[in-house]
């Protein structure tokens, strides 16, 4: 079985596709991607760390969590390599509007089951679309080191990507969560549908 048959298994497909005139654009722009990208797996880290301090009492959080942070700031230092190699600078990190929007879909209120779930599935989503951009940049970019580069990290997305679906079904009532998660796929492709499409930006 392929990859894409296997995740296609496991993970439910996000509603809009990347505008495939992103990618080509992102090409163009490939050291503003790369500074973008590495604030992105720094983001990422951190939001694990805070989702581990801020619900200690769930273990099976920490449990799976844990190696989560590493693999994210593993993948930050990665980024930081490809930068250098190619005489870029880090440069200053940007504002990341499609994280914004998604975070002020998150319901406030509830259970402690319940703020965490929300959580996890802004997590989970934001993991699914880097996932489906870094397949675009594997398919399609020039550069053979990065497409080989954006290929292990799609795989490893994916991974990240059902672990925070699992851990939201396995602390939440499954049906609540994906009757929930149909919500968040729904809100997150009008998000994609109305933001500006830029090269220079991982979402």
Not at 8 to 30: F, G, S
């Amino acid at each position: 079985m392929s990859w894409e048959e296997s995740t296609r298994q496991k993970m439910l497909h996000l509603k809009l596709p990347t505008d495939p005139r992103w990618v080509n654009i992102a090409e163009m722009n490939i050291e503003d991607i790369l500074v973008d990208h590495a604030y992105c797996e720094q983001k990422a880290a951190s939001s694990c760390i805070s989702l581990i301090v801020n619900f200690f009492d769930f273990p099976e959080l920490v449990d799976v969590l844990t190696p989560v942070v590493a693999e994210e700031w593993g993948h930050f230092e990665r980024v930081l390599e490809h930068l250098k190699k190619r005489g870029m600078d880090l440069g200053k990190p940007r504002k990341d509007d499609y994280v914004v929007q998604l975070s002020q879909f998150v319901k406030k209120g509830g259970s402690r089951q319940q703020q965490l779930t929300e959580y996890l599935l802004m997590n989970a989503l934001i993991e699914a679309r880097s996932c489906e951009r870094f397949k675009l940049l594997h398919q399609y970019i020039q550069d053979e080191e990065l497409k080989k580069f954006y290929y292990e990290l799609m795989i490893s997305e994916a991974g990240h990507y059902v672990n925070f679906i699992e851990l939201a079904r396995e602390i939440y009532d499954t049906a609540k969560v994906n009757s929930r998660w149909q919500e968040w796929l729904d809100f997150e492709a009008e998000v994609i549908r109305n933001l500006e499409i830029r090269g220079d930006r991982m979402h």
